[in-house]
């Protein structure tokens, strides 16, 4: 059973900078595609941004120049580096993994952007 384990979240600051982190049980270059949604109470779960077997990344419009995902092979572990934060980026942050067989979800990490 894969497992999927996030951390990182916490309280921050408006401008202010957070990683978050994905720890898998298995080695990370054996899944097509890691990535990152949220959901924010009362809204649907987004697509946040993913990174593929190739390296390749993308992400949705409203955090392209502020978040940067990227892996650590050694560490099986996928980064979220979120910066120049705000309210609306406030949400609880899944890490999901995708390989040939099915879909692999986190329990989630709460990330909350307020002064």
């Known amino acids: 059973q894969v497992q999927l384990v996030e951390s990182g979240g916490e309280l921050v600051q408006p401008g202010g900078s957070l990683t978050l982190s994905c720890e898998a049980s298995r080695q990370i270059f054996t899944f097509n595609v890691v990535g990152w949604y949220r959901q924010a109470p009362g809204k649907q779960r987004e697509f946040v941004g993913r990174?593929?077997?190739?390296?390749?990344?993308h992400y949705v419009d409203s955090v392209k120049g502020r978040f940067t995902i990227s892996g650590d092979t050694a560490k099986n572990t996928v980064y979220l580096q979120m910066t120049s934060l705000n309210p609306d980026d406030t949400a609880v942050y899944y890490c999901y993994a995708e390989d040939w067989q099915r879909e692999y979800w986190g329990q989630g990490t709460q990330v909350t952007v307020s002064s």
């Open positions: 990174i593929t077997g190739s390296g390749r990344t």
